[in-house]
């Protein structure tokens, strides 16, 4: 056998097996960018939810709501919270918008998931909150 031809063969075979291993992780992209809304949205929510019970319990405990008349201070770690989400949804917001992709090959799913996740996420601190302020 000729080398030539034994090269051809082997590399034949290996541009068989390359084409099918494209085939198969393109097909496995696509189903990682479905699952990248997911992803974004759970991230998202990893953070808010601890956030959200810290923050009933602290206005469970330290309600702080003064209109009329004088006031006392209130805790130095009350604003924590609040400052700890809103960081958090800048950080986060800054992040999935550099990770955005392309509109063209549908990449922005991670960063849509990370949309809708900052809304429920902010909604749920909200009412937590609210609820902890009324229990205290």
């Not at 075979?13 to 997911?38: F, S």
């Amino acid at each position: 056998m000729n080398l030539t031809v034994y090269i051809w063969r082997r590399f034949q075979t290996l541009t068989e097996n390359t084409k099918n291993e494209l085939i198969y992780l393109e097909g496995k992209q696509h189903d990682d960018n479905r699952q990248g809304g997911l992803n974004g949205f759970i991230l998202t929510l990893k953070v808010f939810l601890p956030l959200s019970i810290v923050s009933y319990f602290n206005e469970s405990v330290n309600g702080y709501f003064c209109m009329w008349g004088p006031c006392g201070t209130p805790p130095p770690y009350y604003h924590l919270p609040r400052l700890a989400a809103l960081g958090y949804t800048i950080f986060i917001i800054m992040f999935a918008w550099g990770n955005r992709g392309n509109s063209e090959t549908h990449k922005g799913s991670f960063a849509w998931g990370v949309f809708i996740g900052v809304i429920i996420g902010s909604l749920m601190f909200i009412i937590l909150s609210a609820i902890g302020w009324t229990q205290g």
